[in-house]
């Protein structure tokens, strides 16, 4: 509290928090000279009141600072003076419900793919109020290219949200996936996740609704996605589909450990993905997410894994142009919330 009052945005925390301490110290200057009786006199009460706040009702003041520590999301994080004012008041922080890593498999030269995920991803969790710990993470294989040396580990240095693999080449199914599971059983062995997904990059999860689904799952030998076949809605027939899908952290270790993995590691990753678990009598609990993971529909459908955008979407997939990203963010009313300032001109309600 060194600089009370001095800048007129902090007035509104100190009152939130030891809101009688400041304004005493800040009338204290002001006072006229008085006797020391009447210094006394008017100090006496002001004691008492201060007794009376810091003993009598200490309950009303851990209160205050919970209220205040618990204020609009992002609000502790983004504003200096208030932060330094509640170094001393830990911050309440809920448990997440369950912790969910998004391994986004792409290659290195999409940089502006990854600039559009990360602000799809990176607003909602912003929005804060998902009950579960999400980390989105990108995922190469070696980098090969004297560009891609200098611009990732850029890209690293701003955003620290890069995997690099070691020990594959990028080939859609060279064992991508088998190395990023292994890698990530290991990387992760101290705080591990739940669930670990792997997801396509052409593909848009709604962040709450797929914390939402996850949520009510059970949290070992667990396999989630949108089974493969499209025809099919049962997901012990075959396997989950590329685009998403979810392990929970046992099924991570095992596979980094098995030899059915390793023994069939290059082939269709997913199809893969399923014929492990097969194999190895795993995958116990499994949950069909279709028709709420889907493929984008085309004018004239391919395949049954094509589906309208639905208010209950979890992901849609197969978004390969800006166009398509556009129309489905636009549908999903990624920036409805954008009001027109005097530096744009936006109407969210045109289109
Ligand atoms: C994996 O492959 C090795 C070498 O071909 C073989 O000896 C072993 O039995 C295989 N293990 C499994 C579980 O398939
Ligand atoms: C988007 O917002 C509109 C207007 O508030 C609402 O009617 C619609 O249901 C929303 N769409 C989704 C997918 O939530
Ligand atoms: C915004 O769009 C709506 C619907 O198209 C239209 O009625 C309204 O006049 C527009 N407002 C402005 C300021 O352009």
């Known amino acids: ?71 609009p999301p992002g609000y502790t994080a983004s504003s200096s003076s208030s932060s330094h004012l509640l170094a001393d008041q830990p911050a309440v922080v809920r448990k997440p ?12 030269d999409l940089y502006e793919r990854r600039h559009l995920l990360r602000m799809v991803y990176g607003l909602q969790l912003a929005s804060g109020d998902l009950p579960a710990h999400v980390d989105v993470r990108f995922v190469f294989c070696r980098l090969y290219k004297d560009d891609q040396r200098v611009l990732v580990p850029l890209e690293i240095l701003a955003h620290g949200d890069v995997i690099v693999l070691d020990g594959c080449e990028e080939n859609l199914n060279g064992g991508k996936t088998y190395t990023f599971l292994k890698a990530v059983a290991e990387l992760y062995a101290d705080e591990p996740y739940d669930y670990v997904m792997k997801a396509d990059d052409d593909i848009l999860f709604r962040l ?27 997901p012990f027939q075959e396997y989950m589909a590329g685009m998403g899908y979810a392990l929970s952290w046992d099924l991570v270790e095992w596979i980094a450990t098995s030899e059915i993995a390793r023994n069939h590691s290059v082939g269709t990753e997913d199809m893969l993905t399923g014929l492990w678990l097969r194999l190895g009598g795993k995958g116990k609990n499994r949950f069909n997410a279709k028709p709420a993971i889907h493929d984008y529909l085309n004018p004239v459908p391919v395949d049954q ?28 009313n990624f920036t409805a919330g954008l009001q027109s300032s005097k530096f744009y001109k936006f109407n969210s309600t045109s289109s």
């Not at 204290?28 to 003993?55: T, Y």
Request: charged letters at 15%.
């Open 1 to 71: 509290m060194g600089n009370n009052g001095k800048l007129g945005a902090d007035h509104h925390h100190h009152h939130l928090n030891g809101g009688l301490h400041a304004a005493m110290k800040r009338h204290s200057g002001g006072f006229p000279r008085l006797s020391a009786s009447s210094k006394a006199l008017v100090l006496l009460p002001l004691l008492l009141l201060a007794f009376i706040f810091f003993f009598v009702y200490p309950k009303e003041f851990e209160l205050q600072a919970m209220m205040s520590a618990c204020g």
């Open 97 to 108: 419900d369950f912790r969910l890593l998004i391994g986004v498999l792409t290659r290195a």
């Open 208 to 234: 709450p609704q797929l914390v939402a689904s996850l949520d009510g799952m059970p949290r070992e030998d667990m396999y989630y996605g949108a089974t493969i076949p499209c025809t099919s809605m049962d």
């Open 305 to 332: 894994c094509e589906h309208e955008f639905m208010p209950s979407t979890i992901g849609v997939h197969r978004l390969k142009s800006n166009p398509r990203w556009a129309e489905a963010l636009k549908y999903f």
